[in-house]
C-alpha cells in the first residue's frame, strides 16, 4: 500500500511572514534525490495545526533495500531521518536513525552521524548536498552496527540502571517528573529483559516515548502517561536518550 504523505511534504510556498533570503526547500524533491539512490520512504509524520498544515514541522523515515536483512538478528533497521519545515522552525536536516521491528519503535542514532544540516537562507547547489549526504549516510551505517554491539556487551549493575532511567525521565519531564525510574526499567516482553546497554536502552527508550503506563501528579493524583505525538518532541527526546547512552557507553570503555 503506497502511504500518504502529509501536504507539507508538496508544498510550493512557505510562511509569508519570513525574509527574501529564505530559500524554499520542497522535501518531496529532496525525498526524490534520496529515492534515486535506493531509498524508500516507510514512515512520515508532520506536526498538524489547522491552516498551517503545509508549512509545519515534518519528518520521514527512509531504507534501504540494503539493509533490510541481515544488518542485526533482533530485528533493528538502519533508516534515514529527513526533517524539514517551511515556516522557518526547522532547517533541513539529515539524520541517521533505527528501527526497531519488534516493539514498532523508530530511534534517532544522534551521535553516530552527526548528519547534515541546511538552512534556508542563502542555500545553493543543493541537490549536490542532498547527494553527498546519502553517501556519508552510508558510510556510518556500519558505524552504527558497531555501536550497537558495543551496548550490547556492556553490564549494567542495578545502581547504574537505576541511574540511566532517572536521567532518561528528565529528557521528558525535568525535575518535577511523575514517574519513578523502576517504571521506565521494565521489560515489556521477554526478549527485552537483560541487564546490557542495549538492552537498559531499548526499555527506557520505549517507555520514554510510547508511555502506556501510570504516573502521579504534584497532587499525589494518579495520571495515565500517553506517548510522545509532538514531532519535535519525539525527535529531540530520541536524540538526547541515545546520547545518554552513547555517553554511559564512553564511560565504560574509557
Not at 526547500?25 to 495545526?49: C, Y
Not at 498551517?52 to 533497521?77: A, K, P, T
Amino acid at each position: 500500500m503506497e502511504l500518504t504523505l502529509p501536504p507539507a511534504f508538496y508544498s510550493d510556498t512557505h510562511a509569508s511572514r519570513l525574509s527574501d533570503k529564505y530559500v524554499h526547500v520542497k522535501t518531496s524533491e529532496v525525498l526524490d534525490v534520496f529515492q534515486d539512490h535506493g531509498w524508500k520512504i516507510s514512515a512520515a509524520s508532520s506536526a498538524n495545526r489547522g491552516k498551517n498544515q503545509q508549512h509545519s514541522r515534518h519528518l520521514v523515515r527512509m531504507r534501504h533495500s540494503d539493509y533490510l536483512e541481515g544488518f542485526r538478528s533482533d530485528g533493528v533497521i538502519p533508516e534515514l531521518l529527513v526533517l524539514n519545515s517551511h515556516n522557518g522552525s526547522w532547517a533541513l536536516r539529515m539524520m541517521l536513525g533505527m528501527f526497531r521491528t519488534v516493539c514498532a519503535n523508530g530511534m534517532v542514532a544522534g551521535s553516530v552521524w552527526e548528519g547534515v544540516t541546511l538552512k534556508h537562507y542563502r542555500l545553493k547547489d543543493l541537490e549536490a548536498k542532498v547527494q553527498s549526504a546519502t553517501v556519508s549516510m552510508s558510510d556510518h551505517v556500519h558505524t552504527l552496527g558497531n555501536c550497537i554491539e558495543t551496548w550490547d556487551k556492556i553490564e549494567l549493575s542495578a545502581p547504574q540502571q537505576e541511574e540511566f532511567a532517572t536521567k532518561a525521565r528528565e529528557i521528558r519531564w525535568g525535575a518535577a517528573t511523575p514517574v519513578e525510574a523502576s517504571v521506565l526499567l521494565e521489560a515489556r516482553r521477554p526478549e527485552d529483559t537483560g541487564t546490557s546497554l542495549w538492552k537498559v536502552f531499548n526499555r527506557v527508550q520505549e517507555s520514554l516515548t510510547q508511555g502506556g503506563f501510570s504516573g502521579r501528579t504534584s497532587n499525589n493524583h494518579i495520571m495515565s502517561v500517553k506517548g510522545v505525538k509532538n514531532v519535535r518532541r519525539d525527535f529531540m527526546y530520541n536524540k538526547r536518550l541515545w546520547e545518554l547512552a552513547d555517553n554511559l557507553s564512553k564511560e565504560a570503555t574509557a
